[in-house]
């Protein structure tokens, strides 16, 4: 049962961002974008010369698996839930840092030289993106004095880790725009390699990598919603309904600072992320662990 609905959040979760993402970023319709997947999926494939075939296979897999295992701890109701590990944000943790795994072996697979800077590029920005997700999902789970995420979603019924800790929520959009290579956080897939680690992907293998990222990025908008909007919890509607909502907002969030984040060169995007933005996290960590002790 908690499987299904599971996968059914993060089926229709995935046509909606597909669907907002041709609207809000394209300009186009939905109708175009299924017409272009469908492009792709009888598209030759072209290989590049010698290349490590089967890490380029396994990247997408991984990739969309570890947006599945995210996905699985977050709580669709009370007792509607796939995993309930006890460090349920240790698991989503462990995801995070195996996406960069995967962005990079996607990358160097390919046995080309811009699929292999872009890999590069996004292991330089994504390991300090994944620091600053930690330090606010720590502080989202003081409150809740547990690691466990159906545990943080039922501390918030008094109010929303968005109201005790008003910085968490900002920096932990800055992980959904690193994790599904969008906006000035991507630096694995961007125009200026012609595409990064995509470049020299075709056919099916490029269909299948746009598939990942939008898997991931319904799973990071679930933990989202979870850890600082009250994830299932709301008034009259079913708990499942709400989750869904919720998602959506921080999902169509993230698109609309994909379109107005202006890029930085990556050595002034470490320069933030190591000077301005890690002590911010250190802040809204300190910040939420004196609301914690009140």
Not at 162 to 173: A, D, E, K, M, T
Request: net charge positive; with cysteine.
């Amino acid at each position: 049962m908690a499987a299904a609905a599971s996968l059914a959040v993060l089926l229709l979760g995935m046509v909606f961002a597909a669907a907002a993402a041709a609207r809000l970023l394209q300009g186009g319709s939905p109708l175009a974008m299924a017409c272009d997947s469908a492009r792709l999926l009888l598209q030759q494939r072209v290989p590049t010369e010698r290349p490590d075939a089967l890490n380029l296979a396994l990247a997408p897999l991984l990739y969309f698996a570890l947006a599945v295992i995210g996905l699985s701890v977050v709580p669709l109701a009370p007792e509607l839930v796939v995993a309930r590990p006890d460090a349920g944000i240790v698991l989503w943790g462990a995801c995070e840092a195996l996406t960069v795994v995967a962005v990079f072996l996607h990358g160097w697979s390919a046995n080309a030289p811009l699929p292999l800077i872009g890999a590069y590029r996004y292991v330089a920005v994504g390991l300090p993106t994944m620091l600053l997700s930690m330090f606010v999902l720590i502080g989202a789970a003081l409150p809740a004095e547990s690691l466990s995420l159906p545990a943080i979603v039922e501390s918030q019924r008094d109010g929303w880790n968005l109201l005790r800790q008003p910085l968490g929520l900002p920096l932990f959009l800055l992980l959904g725009l690193t994790l599904s290579l969008r906006g000035p956080f991507d630096y694995g897939d961007s125009t200026d390699l012609a595409g990064g680690t995509q470049a020299e992907a075709s056919g099916r293998a490029r269909l299948g990598w746009r598939v990942a990222k939008l898997a991931m990025l319904v799973s990071f908008s679930a933990v989202a919603a979870s850890a600082f909007l009250g994830g299932y919890l709301g008034p009259l509607l079913p708990p499942p309904l709400w989750l869904l909502l919720k998602s959506a907002a921080v999902l169509l969030l993230v698109l609309a600072l994909e379109r107005t984040l202006a890029r930085t060169p990556p050595a002034r995007m470490m320069t933030l992320l190591w000077v301005v933005l890690m002590p911010l996290a250190f802040v809204d960590l300190l910040v939420a662990g004196l609301g914690a002790l009140r």
